[in-house]
């Protein structure tokens, strides 16, 4: 189903649009598993490195106009330049260094991320997925082998991004199709568990005009998409609940943005939520940045969009530029092509990608703050000197505001190609490409500490570090890149994961995956149980949630009426107790490794109560020969909590004695006549009731 629509404008300085176009996927399959999949054979990946050699994308997007630079350049060095390397070597470093895949394909559009035990890279027009220590597991395959048979499935056409939906805990994969064919298509795939190597549900939607470099980002109620579609067509939102739910028709609404900046090629990207998401009914939001030298503003600035969609009725959703953030004025022009940064031996030089927000534009929800991280290349000194001028903002209860920002240039080396990231920790994280006259194309990153963050100072303190050293020059072409990705590992909040290219030789380029961190993950410990309303004979499995690798645990349960199951004592990882008496009980855990303990205490976490049963019903007398003028005590022996009970005495010739009765828990009684006697009680709760009868039980005599 399409349904197109027109925009309503509420005023000419701040428009707010109604959707565009109205859709549902027109195809929808499930695949997998992932890992039955057969990888590429040599011969398939030479000749798929034939074909991609061939490939010349967005050719038509190589001019790029500055159209007031002249009254707008700046009148020296860019006013954030951190010109100094930082010096805080930090404790740790790297973890994980490894080669991925390789690809002829200019550009390769190299991008991957982590999840909890996988780590899946994407490059045009190829998938591999990992182990956390690089083991393959799966691939390198052709990425259409996600949406064959769905319309537009089979052209392998690329532009792949990856994510991780962090609170669903399923991967995100998507491609476009109609490079070079109609109509246009985006082709998106959900994982179904947290193991990419498993089974996905994919599907095909059709495209308002061609997606190029599309971005996605995960929100709560959408996965939201900005492409440089050149007719501007270029905002979307796809319904995620119905994603997750493996339905065969989830929506898709569009919006055409009348606030592109007029820079030519341009993505304005979604905002992606990392961790905590942002406080419900929190609309999506997409970010970019607006040189004053393309006009659309007096000041360098971020714009910021929200898109507030309503799935129950998607015509009512809307999209609007919020904001027009001012920014340290900078310099993007590296010039009219895209010969921007240079190389060691040759004249060849490489694209800046230098007109918009590099991927990803990160958001944080820490509670007590709201911060977005993001990044750019930029021109520090009016020389094609290439720096990464980064961002964060900070929400201060009703707008949006730069908290911090530099440009990182800390020598005469260009750096760019640049991803962000913040970890749990509020530690800052950059990977970017370093290159020069004197320096071939290398992977690099640097950071921002803890401490450096909490004042705010717009320096990344951290020292450059290098993941690879280049040792050759791309001859091949200006394409370099197009995009990276810097993750955080969902397991810890902590540590950093970063791919980009380098090159192998002229044409073929290679990849990287490396994992790092500034200093050890801090031991916070935290705990769960299975059932915190147990019975007193229910099994309670108790979970360790510390972070930062814990290696000795002890646990204390107040009161200690508790009992240990199986093979559980209070010092295991992970221990199984019963509460055997009711009431309230508090749970203290105390973690701890090489680097320091943590206590966490949870007062009356667990609310044990008395299971309920049926009674089981038993008596006694204290004389079964009594004489006729005897008085014969009766006591109940009921298990399980009896509230009533029943006597009979067969003869019936007794008389309840010293005030008791038949409904008396422990009646007294005189046998009135000599004989055998057989005695019934029955003896009931709210659960049920239950007789215990004793035939002859009673020899009365004279």
């Given at each position: 189903m399409v349904l197109m629509l027109s925009a309503i404008s509420l005023n000419a300085q701040d428009e707010t649009e109604s959707p565009e176009m109205i859709a549902t996927a027109v195809g929808h399959k499930v695949i997998g598993p992932i890992r039955d999949f057969p990888a590429?054979?040599?011969?398939?990946?030479?000749?798929?490195?034939?074909?991609?050699?061939?490939?010349?994308?967005?050719?038509?997007?190589?001019?790029?106009?500055?159209?007031?630079?002249e009254q707008n350049k700046l009148d020296g060095?860019?006013?954030?330049?951190?010109?100094?390397?930082?010096?805080?070597?930090?404790?740790?470093?790297?973890?994980?260094?490894?080669?991925?895949?390789?690809?002829?394909?200019?550009?390769?559009?190299?991008?991957?991320?982590?999840?909890?035990?996988?780590?899946?890279?994407?490059?045009?027009?190829?998938?591999?997925?990992?182990?956390?220590?690089?083991?393959?597991?799966?691939?390198?395959?052709?990425?259409?082998?996600?949406?064959?048979?769905?319309?537009?499935?089979?052209?392998?056409?690329g532009d792949p991004v990856v994510l991780f939906d962090e609170q669903a805990q399923r991967w995100l994969m998507a491609e476009f199709s109609g490079a070079w064919s109609n109509p246009d298509y985006m082709l998106i795939a959900i994982s179904q568990t947290d193991d990419p190597t498993g089974s996905w549900d994919a599907w095909s939607f059709v495209m308002n005009g061609f997606p190029d470099y599309m971005k996605f980002g995960v929100w709560r109620d959408g996965y939201y998409m900005g492409t440089n579609t050149y007719s501007g067509s270029d905002i979307y939102v796809f319904e995620r609940d119905e994603m997750l739910a493996g339905g065969s028709s989830p929506q898709m609404v569009q919006f055409n943005n009348p606030y592109r900046p007029n820079s030519g090629f341009h993505c304005v990207l979604p905002i992606d939520n990392d961790g905590t998401f942002a406080p419900s009914g929190t609309p999506g939001m997409f970010l970019t940045i607006n040189d004053n030298a393309w006009g659309g503003s007096t000041s360098d600035q971020l714009w910021l969009f929200e898109l507030d969609v309503d799935w129950t009725t998607p015509s009512s959703s809307t999209f609007s530029r919020v904001q027009q953030i001012d920014v340290a004025s900078f310099d993007s022009n590296f010039g009219s092509t895209w010969e921007n940064i240079k190389q060691p031996g040759t004249g060849q030089k490489l694209d800046a990608i230098n007109q918009i927000l590099m991927h990803r534009v990160q958001y944080r929800n820490f509670g007590s703050s709201q911060t977005i991280v993001c990044n750019h290349s930029v021109d520090v000194d009016a020389t094609d000197h290439a720096g990464v001028r980064w961002y964060e903002l900070e929400h201060n209860g009703t707008d949006w505001e730069v908290r911090q920002h530099g440009t990182y240039a800390p020598d005469d080396d260009s750096r760019w190609m640049g991803s962000i990231a913040m970890n749990g920790s509020h530690e800052i994280a950059v990977g970017y490409s370093v290159s020069s006259n004197t320096t071939y194309p290398s992977i690099r990153y640097a950071g921002q500490s803890a401490a450096e963050n909490a004042t705010a100072s717009g320096i990344l303190d951290i020292a450059e570090?290098?993941?690879?050293?280049?040792?050759?020059?791309?001859?091949?072409?200006?394409?370099?890149?197009?995009?990276?990705?810097?993750?955080?590992?969902?397991?810890?909040?902590?540590?950093?994961?970063?791919?980009?290219?380098?090159?192998?030789?002229?044409?073929?380029?290679?990849?990287?995956?490396?994992?790092?961190?500034?200093?050890?993950?801090?031991?916070?410990?935290?705990?769960?149980?299975?059932?915190?309303?147990?019975?007193?004979?229910?099994?309670?499995?108790?979970?360790?949630?510390?972070?930062?690798?814990?290696?000795?645990?002890?646990?204390?349960?107040?009161?200690?009426?508790?009992?240990?199951?199986?093979?559980?004592?209070?010092?295991?990882?992970?221990?199984?107790?019963?509460?055997?008496?009711?009431?309230?009980?508090?749970?203290?855990?105390?973690?701890?490794?090489?680097?320091?303990?943590?206590?966490?205490?949870?007062?009356?976490?667990?609310?044990?109560?008395?299971?309920?049963?049926?009674?089981?019903?038993?008596?006694?007398?204290?004389?079964?020969?009594?004489?006729l003028t005897d008085v014969v005590q009766f006591t109940d022996l009921t298990v399980n909590d009896p509230t009533s009970w029943s006597w009979f005495f067969s003869p019936t010739t007794v008389t309840y004695m010293n005030g008791s009765t038949a409904a008396s828990q422990n009646p007294e009684v005189r046998f009135d006549a000599a004989g055998l006697y057989t005695v019934t009680l029955i003896s009931t709760n709210s659960i049920g009731s239950d007789d215990e009868v004793k035939v002859d039980y009673i020899d009365a005599t004279d």
């Amino acid at each position: 189903m399409v349904l197109m629509l027109s925009a309503i404008s509420l005023n000419a300085q701040d428009e707010t649009e109604s959707p565009e176009m109205i859709a549902t996927a027109v195809g929808h399959k499930v695949i997998g598993p992932i890992r039955d999949f057969p990888a590429l054979s040599p011969a398939q990946l030479e000749a798929l490195a034939e074909e991609e050699a061939k490939v010349k994308r967005n050719q038509d997007l190589k001019i790029r106009n500055f159209p007031f630079y002249e009254q707008n350049k700046l009148d020296g060095p860019d006013p954030a330049w951190q010109s100094e390397m930082g010096k805080n070597k930090g404790s740790k470093g790297i973890l994980q260094n490894w080669s991925g895949q390789s690809t002829y394909s200019n550009p390769p559009d190299d991008n991957g991320t982590t999840g909890p035990n996988h780590y899946m890279q994407t490059i045009n027009s190829k998938y591999t997925i990992y182990n956390k220590t690089g083991s393959l597991l799966a691939g390198p395959t052709n990425l259409n082998v996600f949406f064959s048979g769905l319309p537009g499935g089979n052209n392998n056409d690329g532009d792949p991004v990856v994510l991780f939906d962090e609170q669903a805990q399923r991967w995100l994969m998507a491609e476009f199709s109609g490079a070079w064919s109609n109509p246009d298509y985006m082709l998106i795939a959900i994982s179904q568990t947290d193991d990419p190597t498993g089974s996905w549900d994919a599907w095909s939607f059709v495209m308002n005009g061609f997606p190029d470099y599309m971005k996605f980002g995960v929100w709560r109620d959408g996965y939201y998409m900005g492409t440089n579609t050149y007719s501007g067509s270029d905002i979307y939102v796809f319904e995620r609940d119905e994603m997750l739910a493996g339905g065969s028709s989830p929506q898709m609404v569009q919006f055409n943005n009348p606030y592109r900046p007029n820079s030519g090629f341009h993505c304005v990207l979604p905002i992606d939520n990392d961790g905590t998401f942002a406080p419900s009914g929190t609309p999506g939001m997409f970010l970019t940045i607006n040189d004053n030298a393309w006009g659309g503003s007096t000041s360098d600035q971020l714009w910021l969009f929200e898109l507030d969609v309503d799935w129950t009725t998607p015509s009512s959703s809307t999209f609007s530029r919020v904001q027009q953030i001012d920014v340290a004025s900078f310099d993007s022009n590296f010039g009219s092509t895209w010969e921007n940064i240079k190389q060691p031996g040759t004249g060849q030089k490489l694209d800046a990608i230098n007109q918009i927000l590099m991927h990803r534009v990160q958001y944080r929800n820490f509670g007590s703050s709201q911060t977005i991280v993001c990044n750019h290349s930029v021109d520090v000194d009016a020389t094609d000197h290439a720096g990464v001028r980064w961002y964060e903002l900070e929400h201060n209860g009703t707008d949006w505001e730069v908290r911090q920002h530099g440009t990182y240039a800390p020598d005469d080396d260009s750096r760019w190609m640049g991803s962000i990231a913040m970890n749990g920790s509020h530690e800052i994280a950059v990977g970017y490409s370093v290159s020069s006259n004197t320096t071939y194309p290398s992977i690099r990153y640097a950071g921002q500490s803890a401490a450096e963050n909490a004042t705010a100072s717009g320096i990344l303190d951290i020292a450059e570090e290098s993941i690879y050293a280049g040792t050759s020059s791309q001859t091949s072409s200006e394409r370099w890149g197009d995009y990276s990705n810097l993750s955080v590992d969902p397991g810890d909040d902590h540590t950093f994961w970063f791919t980009t290219q380098y090159n192998i030789s002229s044409s073929n380029k290679g990849t990287k995956v490396a994992s790092f961190e500034f200093a050890p993950a801090t031991l916070v410990a935290n705990f769960e149980a299975d059932n915190t309303t147990p019975s007193t004979v229910d099994t309670v499995n108790f979970t360790d949630l510390t972070t930062a690798g814990p290696d000795t645990w002890l646990w204390t349960f107040t009161p200690n009426t508790v009992t240990h199951l199986f093979w559980s004592n209070n010092t295991i990882e992970n221990p199984i107790v019963r509460f055997d008496a009711p009431g309230l009980y508090t749970v203290e855990l105390t973690a701890s490794n090489a680097g320091g303990s943590h206590t966490v205490t949870k007062l009356d976490y667990i609310d044990a109560t008395v299971v309920m049963l049926a009674p089981v019903a038993d008596f006694e007398a204290d004389n079964t020969n009594p004489g006729l003028t005897d008085v014969v005590q009766f006591t109940d022996l009921t298990v399980n909590d009896p509230t009533s009970w029943s006597w009979f005495f067969s003869p019936t010739t007794v008389t309840y004695m010293n005030g008791s009765t038949a409904a008396s828990q422990n009646p007294e009684v005189r046998f009135d006549a000599a004989g055998l006697y057989t005695v019934t009680l029955i003896s009931t709760n709210s659960i049920g009731s239950d007789d215990e009868v004793k035939v002859d039980y009673i020899d009365a005599t004279d």
